[in-house]
């Protein structure tokens, strides 16, 4: 999750029992209880850079201890439009599918402009709060799901081009969901860190998950990936200390 985790201290001994999505489910539960009542609001205005309180300390942790636990900014993404947001919206001009949306502000930020928008996540929880922000959403798993070949760009945000923990396989399915003439809008690392893959675990309150798997790509390496799955890289931008590329096929 290169743009969107730091690193923090390890977690120590913790047991390993809740799926991923059990544990992430658990800590987005947690935020909504604590949401004030702008964020439940349908459609209505939330704070640019409000943040929520309650939500627990995830971290995202490597099993094999190579690289230092990062902390999940869950709270972040439960909040209203983070700096950066605004240019990647920008890029947004028609149908969108933002991958991995969890709670849906850039999803409910999209609807709110009447762009077109679909949000899809595996987490039911997140679903769940996309759409009680006003984010059309559904329950689907971008590598497996029955999604349409129909968007004019594709957003991976938030460093989710690490789902499934091979990128190339995920920029190539996204390419897929394109219409003609459609582009992939994919948040990367800053220059001059590690891309990496690999299974990692979260951790939270003395619990582990099980393993899954996962990547991050630097800004330095888009270009070959994306060539590994037949595209191009068109354009990056940088904001906030957030990078960006825009890929075509
Ligand atoms: C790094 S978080 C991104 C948070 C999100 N962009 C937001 O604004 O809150 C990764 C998200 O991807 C979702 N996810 C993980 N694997 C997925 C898959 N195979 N298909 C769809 N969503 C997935 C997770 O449930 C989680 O909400």
Do not use: K
């Not at 609807?111 to 949000?119: E, H, T």
């Not at 991976?156 to 390419?175: E, F, K, M, V, Y």
């Not at 809008?185 to 690999?198: D, F, I, N, Q, R």
């Amino acid at each position: 999750m290169t743009a969107v985790v730091e690193p923090v201290a390890s977690p120590g001994r913790v047991s390993t029992t809740a799926t991923p999505l059990a544990l992430y489910d658990r800590v987005l539960h947690s935020a909504a209880l604590s949401r004030p009542a702008e964020f439940l609001a349908p459609r209505g205005p939330v704070a640019p850079g409000a943040v929520l309180g309650g939500s627990a300390n995830l971290l995202l942790v490597d099993p094999a201890g190579g690289r230092p636990p990062q902390h999940v900014p869950v709270a972040r993404w439960c909040g209203g439009l983070r700096m950066g947001d605004d240019a990647l919206l920008a890029h947004c001009h028609a149908a969108t599918l933002d991958v991995g949306c969890g709670p849906g502000r850039l999803a409910a930020a999209l609807a709110r402009q009447a762009v077109p928008v679909l949000g899809i996540d595996i987490s039911a929880e997140a679903i769940r709060q996309a759409r009680r922000r006003g984010a059309p959403a559904r329950l689907a798993c971008v590598l497996t799901g029955d999604l349409d070949a129909r968007w004019q760009h594709v957003l991976l945000a938030d460093g989710n081009i690490g789902i499934g923990g091979t990128p190339s396989r995920l920029l190539t399915r996204c390419a897929g969901l394109l219409r003609p003439g459609g582009d992939l809008l994919v948040e990367v690392g800053p220059p001059g860190t590690a891309s990496w893959a690999g299974l990692v675990e979260l951790a939270v309150d003395g619990e582990r998950s099980t393993p899954f798997p996962w990547a991050v790509v630097a800004i330095d390496d888009i270009a070959a990936m994306a060539g590994r799955a037949g595209m191009r890289v068109r354009e990056t931008w940088t904001e906030a200390r957030r990078w960006f590329a825009r890929i075509t096929r």
